[in-house]
């Protein structure tokens, strides 16, 4: 069974960068497309990133592009989400999910295309 473990949320002001790490046992995440998803208050979890397994293909929410980037060191099983000039807006549970069912080389956009998640960490962003 696989664990997905996120790491390095905080309370941040706007423009600082954050880190998020998502370490994965139980299971190599190298052949499978890894991704980050957020939730806010009141709204629906919508992705973050999405990369495949060399990274060399990645989406991103448009809302993100240019500040965020996703990357993964599969020799240690871990995914990153690279956060800077952080904005209001960006506060939210972030996620850590993974693709484990699908056999493929793309990325993936809609949460329901995913079957592991993290329990969440929490990004705060204040003005």
Known sequence: ???LVESGGGVVQAGDS?????EASGRAISPYTMGWF??????????VA?????ADKTAYADSVKGRFT???????NTVFLQMN???PEDTAVYYCAGAFR?????VYDRSDQYDSWGQGTQVTVSS
Do not use: H, M, P, Y
């Open 38 to 47: 957020r939730r806010s208050s009141g709204t629906e979890r919508e992705l």
């Open 18 to 22: 954050l880190r998020l790490s998502c």
């Open 50 to 54: 999405s990369a495949n397994w060399r």
């Open 1 to 3: 069974q696989v664990q």
């Open 102 to 106: 699908r056999i493929g080389n793309g």
């Open 85 to 87: 000039s952080l904005k």
């Open 70 to 76: 996703i990357s993964r060191d599969n020799a240690k």
